[in-house]
């Protein structure tokens, strides 16, 4: 039987490995939307690459609100986490042809066409709640670094249960369990909820 603790205090979790920064490396952030098309640009904490993009968005919230399939969960208004914002804004349209990269990136390694780009230095505060990052397409990367094509993600209960992924069985449609560190994420916002202690 699975069991079900509570999301981890944001003052004493870890950083997230998948959102680290050091100092051999930077993240490169492209965004593009049908309006425009913007250049890359390199950062080289993570988080102020997502607090960028989260204000490139924000202003074109309603683009998604009431659409499908998170119609009834998606807020009128865009969430005060960078994160959040920016999981809900992109998976609710995952066939558009707006979209975004967030790519890490060896310093000593870097593409010709980047090697000659500012990096910006910001720092922002950790993010408080854990959540996943949720890739253009719909994908999820977990807090543990684990995505679909490594250890992947069950369909779950609120709770942690694995259920039928079924439409019309016990599913909800909202809820995944990390199968490498049993983390519950909700949709569309990438949220951490809880963890249930028989894996990690």
Request: hydrophobic share 30%; with cysteine; aromatic share 8%.
């Amino acid at each position: 039987m699975s069991h079900t603790t509570p999301a981890p205090d944001p003052a004493t979790a870890a950083p997230s490995p998948y959102l680290s920064h050091a100092d051999d490396r930077v993240w490169e952030l492209r965004y593009w939307n049908p309006d425009e098309t913007t250049g890359s640009v390199l950062y080289r904490d993570p988080l102020a690459a997502l607090h960028r993009l989260a204000c490139l968005i924000r202003p074109r919230w309603d683009r998604i609100v009431g659409t499908r399939p998170f119609g009834d969960v998606i807020p009128a208004t865009p969430p005060t986490e960078d994160l959040a914002a920016t999981n809900s804004y992109f998976v609710a349209q995952p066939n558009s042809r707006e979209g975004y990269w967030l790519v890490l990136r060896l310093l000593d390694r870097l593409p010709q066409s980047l090697r000659d780009l500012p990096v910006d230095e910001t720092r922002v505060p950790d993010p408080g709640p854990e959540f996943a990052l949720g890739n253009v397409g719909g994908d999820w990367i977990c807090v543990c670094g684990n995505d679909p094509s490594t250890d992947g993600f069950e369909t779950c209960a609120p709770d942690g249960r694995e259920v039928s992924p079924y439409a019309d069985g016990p599913w909800d449609g909202l809820h995944y369990l990390c199968a490498r560190c049993g983390r519950i994420l909700i949709q569309p916002s990438g949220r951490v909820i809880g963890r249930t202690e028989t894996r990690g």
